[in-house]
């Protein structure tokens, strides 16, 4: 697998249209937008949950101190997140 290159001073934002939602029957986070429903796992989630105008590396640095993880280790994960997202067109850069 290649590596995703996202700037951290990228600030990822849910395209127009696209709403972060909890499901009232799972109480799963969903992507909810105009062709479907995506439901998120836990970590996809808590990152989507920080795509409120703070760079990707300040995703990363709030995941690392609330969980108490390597944010190196984090990074890949966040960014390879944020890349599917994007690529889906349910993100976008700001």
Not at 47 to 66: H, M, T
Not at 77 to 87: G, P
Request: aromatic share 6%; charged share 25%.
């Amino acid at each position: 697998m290649r590596a995703i290159t996202i700037s951290g001073s990228a600030q990822p934002r849910l395209t127009s249209g696209v709403r972060l939602h909890t499901d009232s029957v799972t109480s799963k986070g969903v992507l909810l937008y105009p062709e479907g429903i995506i439901e998120l796992n836990e970590t996809a989630h808590e990152i989507v949950s920080r795509c409120d105008g703070r760079s990707v590396a300040e995703i990363v640095q709030a995941l690392a101190k609330e969980y108490d993880a390597d944010a190196a280790a984090l990074a890949s994960d966040v960014r390879e997140t944020l890349f599917d997202l994007y690529r889906r067109k349910l993100i976008e850069w700001t």
